[in-house]
Protein backbone atom coordinates (compact mmCIF):
# COMPACT_ATOMS: atom_id res chain seq x y z
CA UNK A 1 0.00 0.00 0.00
CA UNK A 2 1.24 3.53 -1.00
CA UNK A 3 -0.84 6.26 0.86
CA UNK A 4 0.18 9.68 1.91
CA UNK A 5 -0.54 11.69 4.92
CA UNK A 6 -1.39 15.81 4.80
CA UNK A 7 -2.69 15.88 8.58
CA UNK A 8 0.24 17.24 10.01
CA UNK A 9 0.65 13.51 11.85
CA UNK A 10 4.25 12.58 11.16
CA UNK A 11 5.32 12.65 14.50
CA UNK A 12 2.56 10.57 15.72
CA UNK A 13 2.43 7.90 13.29
CA UNK A 14 6.62 7.69 13.93
CA UNK A 15 5.01 7.54 17.99
CA UNK A 16 3.10 4.63 16.41
CA UNK A 17 5.22 2.70 13.83
CA UNK A 18 8.14 2.55 16.39
CA UNK A 19 6.26 2.39 19.56
CA UNK A 20 7.06 5.68 20.97
CA UNK A 21 5.09 8.37 22.89
CA UNK A 22 2.48 7.19 24.04
CA UNK A 23 2.49 3.97 22.16
CA UNK A 24 4.92 2.63 24.05
CA UNK A 25 2.67 1.07 26.68
CA UNK A 26 1.92 -0.98 23.82
CA UNK A 27 4.97 -3.17 23.97
CA UNK A 28 5.19 -2.46 27.98
CA UNK A 29 1.55 -4.57 28.55
CA UNK A 30 0.97 -6.97 25.89
CA UNK A 31 -1.86 -8.34 27.99
CA UNK A 32 -3.81 -5.34 27.47
CA UNK A 33 -3.11 -4.17 23.97
CA UNK A 34 -2.91 -8.05 22.26
CA UNK A 35 -5.03 -6.65 19.39
CA UNK A 36 -1.52 -4.34 18.64
CA UNK A 37 1.05 -5.73 16.39
CA UNK A 38 4.23 -6.37 18.08
CA UNK A 39 7.34 -4.31 16.92
CA UNK A 40 10.28 -6.22 16.41
CA UNK A 41 12.65 -4.27 14.35
CA UNK A 42 13.14 -0.37 13.37
CA UNK A 43 15.61 1.41 11.82
CA UNK A 44 15.85 4.95 10.08
CA UNK A 45 18.14 6.68 7.50
CA UNK A 46 19.03 9.59 5.51
CA UNK A 47 18.47 12.07 8.18
CA UNK A 48 19.79 15.89 7.94
CA UNK A 49 22.28 16.11 10.62
CA UNK A 50 20.12 17.70 13.18
CA UNK A 51 18.29 14.87 13.26
CA UNK A 52 20.41 12.01 13.45
CA UNK A 53 20.62 11.62 17.18
CA UNK A 54 16.65 11.34 17.35
CA UNK A 55 14.96 10.80 13.72
CA UNK A 56 11.74 11.47 15.42
CA UNK A 57 12.89 15.33 15.33
CA UNK A 58 12.86 14.91 11.58
CA UNK A 59 9.06 14.12 12.18
CA UNK A 60 8.21 16.75 14.71
CA UNK A 61 9.73 19.50 12.18
CA UNK A 62 7.78 18.20 9.28
CA UNK A 63 4.60 18.67 11.48
CA UNK A 64 5.78 21.49 12.44
CA UNK A 65 7.34 23.76 8.83
CA UNK A 66 5.50 21.56 5.90
CA UNK A 67 3.00 23.90 4.64
CA UNK A 68 -0.45 24.38 4.77
CA UNK A 69 -1.71 21.00 3.37
CA UNK A 70 1.11 19.70 2.47
CA UNK A 71 2.78 15.99 3.01
CA UNK A 72 4.42 15.15 6.16
CA UNK A 73 5.81 11.82 5.10
CA UNK A 74 4.43 9.48 2.76
CA UNK A 75 4.22 5.56 3.79
CA UNK A 76 4.61 2.87 1.57
CA UNK A 77 3.26 -0.66 3.64
CA UNK A 78 4.20 -3.79 3.12
CA UNK A 79 3.11 -7.57 3.95
CA UNK A 80 6.21 -9.78 4.38
CA UNK A 81 6.65 -13.16 3.70
CA UNK A 82 6.45 -15.88 6.40
CA UNK A 83 8.82 -17.78 4.74
CA UNK A 84 11.89 -15.79 5.25
CA UNK A 85 13.57 -15.39 8.83
CA UNK A 86 13.39 -12.44 10.81
CA UNK A 87 16.48 -11.99 9.78
CA UNK A 88 16.10 -12.16 5.67
CA UNK A 89 13.02 -10.14 6.39
CA UNK A 90 15.29 -7.28 7.73
CA UNK A 91 17.18 -7.26 4.59
CA UNK A 92 14.40 -7.92 2.03
CA UNK A 93 13.10 -4.61 3.40
CA UNK A 94 16.69 -2.88 3.31
CA UNK A 95 17.01 -3.86 0.03
CA UNK A 96 13.59 -2.42 -1.14
CA UNK A 97 14.10 0.65 0.30
CA UNK A 98 17.47 1.40 -0.98
CA UNK A 99 15.94 0.48 -4.35
CA UNK A 100 12.86 2.82 -3.75
CA UNK A 101 14.34 5.67 -1.66
CA UNK A 102 17.67 5.38 -2.23
CA UNK A 103 20.16 8.36 -0.81
CA UNK A 104 17.24 10.28 -2.18
CA UNK A 105 15.00 10.57 0.98
CA UNK A 106 14.60 11.26 4.77
CA UNK A 107 13.48 7.67 6.17
CA UNK A 108 12.07 5.61 9.49
CA UNK A 109 10.88 2.00 9.03
CA UNK A 110 9.54 -0.17 11.32
CA UNK A 111 8.73 -4.16 11.21
CA UNK A 112 5.52 -5.38 13.11
CA UNK A 113 4.05 -8.95 13.70
CA UNK A 114 1.02 -10.33 14.96
CA UNK A 115 -0.76 -13.53 15.02
CA UNK A 116 -2.74 -14.21 11.34
CA UNK A 117 -6.41 -13.57 11.30
CA UNK A 118 -7.30 -16.77 8.72
CA UNK A 119 -4.36 -19.14 9.49
CA UNK A 120 -4.08 -20.48 12.82
CA UNK A 121 -0.36 -20.90 13.54
CA UNK A 122 0.94 -18.08 10.82
CA UNK A 123 2.36 -14.66 11.26
CA UNK A 124 1.22 -11.09 9.76
CA UNK A 125 4.29 -9.41 9.44
CA UNK A 126 4.80 -6.54 7.89
CA UNK A 127 6.59 -3.08 7.66
CA UNK A 128 5.80 0.47 7.96
CA UNK A 129 8.14 2.79 5.87
CA UNK A 130 7.96 6.03 6.14
CA UNK A 131 9.59 9.00 4.02
CA UNK A 132 9.68 12.47 3.28
CA UNK A 133 9.24 13.46 -0.39
CA UNK A 134 11.53 16.41 -0.10
CA UNK A 135 14.68 15.59 -2.14
CA UNK A 136 18.60 15.35 -0.74
CA UNK A 137 21.08 17.33 -1.33
CA UNK A 138 24.47 18.45 -0.72
CA UNK A 139 23.41 21.82 1.11
CA UNK A 140 23.15 21.27 4.95
CA UNK A 141 19.88 23.16 5.99
CA UNK A 142 18.81 23.74 9.47
CA UNK A 143 15.08 22.39 10.72
CA UNK A 144 12.87 24.93 8.92
CA UNK A 145 14.70 25.78 5.89
CA UNK A 146 14.18 22.30 4.87
CA UNK A 147 10.73 21.97 4.75
CA UNK A 148 11.10 25.68 2.79
CA UNK A 149 9.69 25.38 -0.82
CA UNK A 150 12.51 24.57 -2.97
CA UNK A 151 14.84 27.22 -5.32
CA UNK A 152 15.55 25.99 -8.89
CA UNK A 153 17.85 28.94 -9.27
CA UNK A 154 19.50 29.40 -5.90
CA UNK A 155 18.83 26.07 -3.59
CA UNK A 156 20.88 27.29 -1.11
CA UNK A 157 18.51 29.98 -0.41
CA UNK A 158 15.23 27.62 -0.56
CA UNK A 159 14.51 24.34 1.00
CA UNK A 160 14.68 20.60 0.11
CA UNK A 161 12.92 20.26 -3.07
CA UNK A 162 9.91 17.78 -3.23
CA UNK A 163 10.56 14.92 -5.57
CA UNK A 164 7.53 14.69 -8.78
CA UNK A 165 8.03 11.10 -9.03
CA UNK A 166 6.25 10.15 -5.86
CA UNK A 167 2.86 11.96 -8.04
CA UNK A 168 3.09 10.11 -11.22
CA UNK A 169 0.61 8.50 -12.34
CA UNK A 170 1.30 4.44 -12.18
CA UNK A 171 3.56 4.96 -9.00
CA UNK A 172 1.40 2.71 -6.98
CA UNK A 173 1.80 -0.07 -9.57
CA UNK A 174 5.43 0.06 -10.02
CA UNK A 175 5.46 0.24 -6.61
CA UNK A 176 3.58 -2.82 -5.70
CA UNK A 177 5.44 -4.64 -8.85
CA UNK A 178 8.81 -3.84 -7.49
CA UNK A 179 7.63 -5.56 -4.42
CA UNK A 180 6.53 -8.48 -5.98
CA UNK A 181 10.02 -8.94 -7.80
CA UNK A 182 12.34 -8.43 -5.08
CA UNK A 183 10.13 -10.87 -3.00
CA UNK A 184 10.24 -13.50 -5.24
CA UNK A 185 14.11 -12.65 -5.51
CA UNK A 186 14.61 -13.49 -2.20
CA UNK A 187 12.39 -16.45 -1.68
CA UNK A 188 14.23 -18.08 -4.38
CA UNK A 189 17.17 -16.76 -3.40
CA UNK A 190 16.67 -18.78 0.12
CA UNK A 191 15.26 -21.92 -1.32
CA UNK A 192 11.23 -21.65 -1.23
CA UNK A 193 9.25 -22.18 -4.19
CA UNK A 194 6.05 -19.70 -2.88
CA UNK A 195 5.64 -17.00 -5.49
CA UNK A 196 4.00 -13.74 -5.21
CA UNK A 197 2.55 -11.78 -8.29
Known sequence: TLKSDSNKSGSAHSDYINREGKYAAIENNRDKYAKYEDLVYKSS?????????????????????????GRSYTEIEIALPNELTREQQIELVEEYIKEQI?????????????????????????AHIMFSERKLDAIERDREQYFK?????????GGNMKDPDWNRRGKVEEVRADWAAIQNNYLERYGHEARVD
Open 45 to 69: GNMPEWARENPKDFWKAADEFERAN
Open 102 to 126: GDNHAYSYAIHSKPATLEPGQKNDH
Open 149 to 157: RGNSKHPER
